[in-house]
């Protein structure tokens, strides 16, 4: 991977369930879903089971490879496409809603600075036309990041292809280590409470908060 530089840090955004995160502070690390299948540790599946499966199936156009199931995916920004899907109760096997998840949040600096192996797309990885990069210098121009700012990313007669481009992912490859974290967001101050609990000095330096914008 080219380590060139960018013009400045960007955040990025993984959601899982609250009822997941002991397990991955007991690991110390966040797993990609063929190495959490593999040890059948996920306390809670959010994921489309549909989607997961063509994840494992579908090859990553850029070294280190493999299929995007390997790699521990996250968004360019809150209030995905996927976890709309998941606000309506469209995920067949999880009908908890938006309520218990909760946003793990890393940057890019902060994956490359740990010397991790990464990919990103300019849109979702089930797409024929999506394209994989692994040049951070190509980062600005790859991702669209007037519409990752919008609220609203539905495809519209001017611009069918929104909804795809609003769905690129920043991909690690197998894990990500506790300590690149930056901080936990949650929908409410219930969760936020939760989180606070299952941390309890575990790891004192990542902020927890409320962030109710980043959900549907």
């Known amino acids: 991977m ?25 690991d110390g690390v966040l797993l990609s879903d063929s190495h959490v299948q593999a040890r059948q540790k996920l306390a809670v599946e959010i994921g489309d089971l549909d989607v997961k499966n063509r994840r494992r199936s579908m090859k990553v156009m850029r070294p280190p490879g493999g299929c ?6 996250f968004y360019f920004a809150p209030r995905s496409p996927m976890l709309y899907v998941i606000s309506k109760g469209s995920v067949e096997q999880y009908q908890e809603g938006q309520g218990p998840l909760i946003y793990l949040v890393s940057s890019v600096d902060r994956i490359v600075s740990e010397r991790l192996d990464w990919v ?23 991702v669209d990041w007037p519409l990752m700012e919008s609220r609203l990313w539905n495809n519209t007669a001017e611009d ?35 989180v606070k609990e299952i941390l309890d000095g575990k790891s004192d330096s990542i902020y927890v908060g409320t962030r109710s914008d980043w959900y549907y």
């Open 2 to 26: 080219a380590h060139s530089e960018m013009p400045h840090d960007r955040f990025i955004y993984h959601f899982t369930h609250v009822n997941n995160l002991s397990q991955i502070l007991k």
């Open 160 to 194: 069918p292809d929104r909804m795809r481009r609003r769905m690129a992912e920043f991909l690690v490859h197998h894990r990500v280590p506790w300590r690149c974290f930056l901080g936990i967001a949650t929908k409410t101050k219930k969760i936020e409470k939760e």
């Open 68 to 73: 995007p199931a390997d790699y521990v995916p």
């Open 120 to 142: 990103f797309t300019d849109g979702n990885c089930a797409s024929g036309i999506t394209e994989y990069f692994d040049d951070l210098a190509k980062l600005e121009q790859a």
